[in-house]
T-cell receptor, first 115, second 108 residues
């Protein structure tokens, strides 16, 4: 069974640009979660999508947005990039009915560097 | 107060030692609890769930104290390969909330 896949693995952008990160959940999982992990910091919850809708949002500015597609894959968009957006962005998936109850499986992440 | 608090460490222990990590959480409505392991520059991986009655998986034992709102992880006979950051994770529910992690370094 394929795990959670994320692309690209690395992304380098300049300040002010936009970044798009992609995630494909485990087959059968309808919930996708996005987390940010800045260097030396813990995982910060960004967004939760389920059945195509945004269900919850962390304490991040509106320039962090995303969507979930009918096949349950997801995109995270970061507009007007700032240097402090440099981080590892992790996507996780779970089955909706028990969202979170059995933990998440994470993808290997996209490392975004803003220069 | 942070939702999930952990001692960041690092905990430097000799191989074969027993080491314990504690974690406290603030949301009394939390329903699920986990320990994750994260190796340097890798994604977190589920180590074990934590049940009210306590549970064991080989050298690892997890305990939950709902009254005091803390979770613990005990590692016995530590191996060099146990060196990693251990993340305490709580489900409030609706999303998993991660502690900042406790770094463990097992040395020869």
């Amino acid at each position: 069974e394929a795990g959670v896949t994320q692309s690209p693995t690395h992304l380098i952008k300049t300040r002010g640009q936009q970044a798009t990160l992609r995630c494909s959940p485990i087959s059968g999982h309808t919930s996708v979660y996005w987390y940010q992990q800045a260097l030396g910091l813990g995982l910060q919850f960004l967004l939760w999508y389920d059945e195509g809708e945004e269900r919850n949002r962390g304490n991040f500015p509106p320039r962090f947005s995303g969507r979930q597609f009918p096949n349950y894959s997801s995109e995270l968009n970061v507009n007007a990039l700032e240097l402090e957006d440099s981080a590892l962005y992790l996507c996780a998936s779970s089955a909706r009915v028990v969202a979170g109850a059995y933990g998440y499986t994470f993808g290997s992440g996209t490392r975004l560097t803003v220069v | 107060r942070k939702e999930v608090e952990q001692d960041p460490g690092p905990f430097n222990v000799p191989e074969g030692a027993t080491v314990a990590f504690n974690c406290t959480y603030s949301n009394s409505a939390s329903q699920s609890f986990f320990w994750y392991r994260q190796d340097c520059r890798k994604e977190p991986k589920l180590l074990m769930s934590v049940y009210s009655s306590g549970n064991e998986d080989g050298r690892f034992t997890a305990q939950l104290n709902r009254a005091s709102q803390y979770i613990s992880l005990l590692i016995r006979d530590s191996k060099l390969s146990d060196s990693a950051t251990y993340l305490c994770v709580v489900n409030p529910p609706d999303k998993l909330t991660f502690g900042t992690g406790t770094q463990l370094k097992v040395e020869l």
